[in-house]
């Protein structure tokens, strides 16, 4: 069975524009979370997705924005980078919104510069 | 404020040796907690959890973790390291369902290294 499929697995952009970071979440997995991992530092919480809608939100300015598809899968979307947005994402899929149900993918290394 | 402290930044341990980390957790509710293990440029997985029940619980890769609710504290424990245990190892407290209170906080991760 296929994991948590997140692309691009690296990518360099500079600042001010903007990036898209997509994930696919495990088949029959409902719900899509987002974290940011900042080097040195235990992953942030950013958005969590379930059954198409938004069930929470993290501390992060609105810059940051994410959608989940009738497929599940998801987009991260980061508008006007800076230096400081330069991370690994990290998607998480659920069967449902219960976090206990967790399954990581690989992440999304973004450098921006 | 909700928050997960691991004291140890970094652990040498000698192969074969015993491993113990720390985590301390403060969480209003009953928390749920959880150990990773990230190795370089990877995911995070799953070593075990803690909902209710047993405080001591068992987990993957021969990993065992004791919760102590006096004591705020959710230790993750092996009898014996090997060299492929040399990863970094988080720890995270949720309640269980989602919303942006329902969803993990994580320490800052101890960097475990093994020696031969």
């Known amino acids: 069975d296929a994991g948590v499929t997140q692309s691009p697995t690296h990518l360099i952009k500079t600042r001010g524009q903007h990036v898209t970071l997509r994930c696919s979440p495990i088949?029959?997995?409902?719900?899509v979370s987002w974290y940011q991992q900042v080097l040195g530092q235990g992953p942030q919480f950013i958005f969590q997705?379930?059954?198409?809608?938004?069930?929470g939100r993290g501390n992060f300015p609105d810059r940051f924005s994410a959608r989940q598809f009738p497929n599940y899968s998801s987009e991260l979307n980061v508008n006007a980078l800076l230096l400081g947005d330069s991370a690994l994402y990290l998607c998480?899929?659920?069967?449902?919104?219960?976090?206990?149900?967790?399954?990581f993918g690989s992440g999304t290394r973004l450098t921006v510069v | 404020a909700q928050s997960v402290t691991q004291p140890d930044i970094h652990i040498t341990v000698s192969e074969g040796a015993s491993l113990e980390l720390r985590c301390n957790y403060s969480y209003g509710a009953t928390p749920y907690l959880f150990w990773y293990v990230q190795s370089p440029g990877q995911g995070l997985q799953l070593l075990l959890k803690y909902f209710s029940g047993d405080t001591l619980v068992q987990g993957i890769k021969g990993f065992e973790a004791e919760f102590k609710r006096s004591q705020s504290s959710f230790n993750l424990r092996k009898p014996s390291v090997h060299w492929s245990d040399a990863a970094e190892y988080f720890c995270a407290v949720g309640r269980g369902y989602g919303g942006s209170q329902g969803n993990l906080i994580f320490g800052k991760g101890t960097k475990l290294s093994v020696k031969p």
């Open positions: 997705y379930y059954e198409k809608e938004e069930r």
């Open positions: 088949s029959g997995h409902k719900s």
């Open positions: 998480a899929s659920s069967l449902d919104d219960r976090v206990y149900g967790y399954t």
